[in-house]
């Protein structure tokens, strides 16, 4: 078999003027068969083997001799072939095209076929797409929901304490008013009603307040129906363990700017307050936090002492803590237990900022929400630290030392419920990879970063909405034209002030929610008419405020079709703009 082969165009071939489509199969003489496939044109001529009989033939429509069937002639004795029992006729001109016609047409429908599975893969995307975003405003409502039936209880409880208020106070006015009938002198009486209060604090309701008011110690009281008590920016430095025993109903206690000392309060000394729900100690000289604290305790503030180590036992029975603020103390991860935060088991606040943490502490309560750890040390973030924290949702490390190649890769990116990430003033090169999916606020001002590696966003759902890279140094070769991949129709506010931007970087113009863009004290010179609006874009106008100040752009070359997506040309900045 002898082949030859043809190139043609990619999906239909020439061949002596006919056009042929693709896995087409003709003969256009005997002996020979060609296939179109893949653009070329195959092909294939018979080679007939030597015969070595008397009397070969070649029936009609064959290419090779083949043997005859001998017998004998009727009218005499000698042999003569019989005539061929099948002959076949060569396909006519019009039978090709009609079989060309015939693959053309199917070739249509499998295309056809191709075209309706990829927009049913497609729209099943968007529904699954669609699917999502649903999913998450239903969580998101479910959560306000919640919070507003919070909020809603918390004012049914303050109205049900403000009528007992107002009835203790009712009664209270009632047996001063018969106190005063009885007695000569009434100021006496009422400081004597009053608990003996010192000199310099006031008594409002069911609130005591002695803030600023020089006192070196802690004043005996003797008010049942206390439940607010603020002693803040006086010299107390102990607290004896009696000293809440005239005042056990007490829900708040403001201790702030004072100079208490760990060994200064006593033993078990707030145990008694089965009340209490906040504690403030912030700006004290305390080394540990105090013992034996009431297990309803809601919010604890120690911000601003001598803390030097975090027990096992430190938060023991607080498992009602929600808020918990330790900042500016001398706490590292050295001396912090792994096993401290365990029994706060509803903990949502964290706040560790100004300390010494060189990492971030292990053992973060499952419940936790926030987490802040501004100001310290931190140069890794190790791939385990929040294997726990399955429901955080925003954490600052603004003031670190953290770089793009300290981040584990898997430290965060399958936290599901991380929208928020502060990242400011750190020592990042390049916009970190591997951002959690959910991630919805970058904030990465004040960095070195030079560079938004290409498809850096693309992994995020449902996508970036806010982006702070104010105060960096991207040139114009530090945005690439997938940088942006990902985020264009989730950005919402894009700020690249303060860079060294010499155009407005790519991908800019396909981003079909932007409301806020900063570009402005850069080093940008010109706005060409599609860089910011796509001018193929028929629908709304979506920018709502867009600064380009101080760069070098002459105004009165700027199209107007260049903002033709913002909503008012009152929205733009243009001016002041720097001198060559």
């Known amino acids: ?22 896995q087409a199969v003709w003969s256009p003489k005997p002996c020979v068969t060609c296939l179109c496939t893949g653009g070329r044109v195959v092909c294939d001529e018979i080679t007939c083997p030597i ?43 019009e039978e090709i095209q009609r079989i060309l016609w015939r693959e053309e047409e199917e070739h249509l429908e499998e295309k056809e076929r191709l075209r309706k599975k990829d927009e049913v893969k497609k729209k099943r995307k968007k529904h699954k797409k669609e699917q999502a975003e649903i999913q998450r405003k239903l969580v998101e409502e479910r959560r306000k929901a919640e919070q507003k039936a919070l909020r809603l209880e918390l004012e049914k409880e303050d ?41 310099g604090c006031d008594i409002s309701d069911v609130t005591v307040t002695c803030d600023n008011a020089k006192l070196m110690y802690f004043p005996p009281l003797s008010i049942p129906e206390l439940k607010s008590l603020s002693l803040e920016g006086n010299n107390i430095s102990s607290i004896p363990a009696e000293a809440f025993n005239g005042i056990p109903n007490l829900e708040w206690v403001n201790l702030k700017k004072n100079k208490l000392t760990s060994a200064g309060i006593g033993v078990k000394a707030f145990k008694g307050l089965k009340m209490l729900r906040r504690l403030y100690l912030d700006g004290n000289l305390l080394e540990v936090v105090p013992a034996d604290l009431p297990p309803p305790l809601q919010e604890l503030k120690i911000s601003e002492n001598r803390l030097r180590r975090i027990d096992e036992n430190s938060f023991h029975d607080l498992s009602s803590l ?39 502490p292990q053992g973060l309560p499952k419940s936790l929400l926030e987490l802040y750890l501004e100001n310290n040390l931190i ?25 793009e190649t300290r981040i584990a890769p898997l430290a ?23 951002l959690p999916r959910s991630l919805v606020h970058l904030v990465l001002v004040g960095n070195n970063i030079e560079r938004i590696p290409g498809y850096v966003f693309a992994h995020m759902e449902p996508g970036l909405e806010y982006l702070y890279l104010s105060y ?52 940008i010179r010109s706005i060409p008419d599609d860089s910011i609006c796509d001018p193929d874009h028929r629908g ?38 720097k001198t060559k």
């Open 412 to 434: 965060w990116i399958n936290r599901r419920n991380l929208e928020s990430i502060d990242l400011s003033h750190n020592q990042f090169y390049l916009v970190p990879s591997y």
């Open 322 to 360: 929600v808020i918990l603020e330790l900042e500016g103390n001398l706490l590292s991860e050295g001396n912090v237990d792994p096993l401290a935060f365990a029994p706060l088991i509803q903990l949502s606040y964290l706040r560790l900022g100004r300390n010494h943490f060189r990492t971030i």
């Open 1 to 22: 078999v002898m082949r030859t082969i043809m190139f043609c165009k990619q999906g239909q071939c020439v061949y002596q003027g006919l056009t042929m489509f693709d």
């Open 472 to 523: 960096n140094k991207l040139d114009g070769e530090g945005v690439e034209p997938e940088s942006f991949f990902g985020s264009y129709s989730s950005m919402v506010e894009l700020c690249l002030d303060n860079n060294q931007l010499i155009t407005v970087p790519s991908g800019i113009n396909e981003m079909t929610n932007l409301h806020f863009l900063r570009l402005n004290n850069n080093k």
């Open 540 to 577: 709304d106008a979506t920018l709502v405020a867009l600064r380009l100040e101080n760069n070098y752009i002459d105004p009165q070359k700027v199209s107007r079709t260049a903002f033709s997506c913002i909503r008012a040309s009152s929205s733009v900045i243009l001016k002041p703009q």
């Open 379 to 403: 140069e890794e973030i190790s791939e385990t630290v929040f294997n726990q924290s399955q429901n955080l949702n925003v954490v600052s490390l603004r003031h670190n030392r953290l770089d």
């Open 51 to 93: 015969t070595h009989c008397h009397f070969p033939f070649t029936p009609t429509g064959e290419c090779c001799p083949v043997y005859p069937d001998l017998s004998l002639d009727l009218s005499g004795d000698s042999p003569v072939p019989n005539e061929p029992y099948n002959s076949v006729t060569p396909l006519t001109q």
């Open 159 to 199: 109205e049900e304490r403000r009528k007992q208020i107002e009835e203790i106070e009712r009664r209270r006015q009632e047996e001063k008013e018969d106190r005063r009938q009885r007695q000569e002198e009434d100021a006496e009486v009422v400081v004597v009603n009053r608990g003996g209060l010192p000199p």
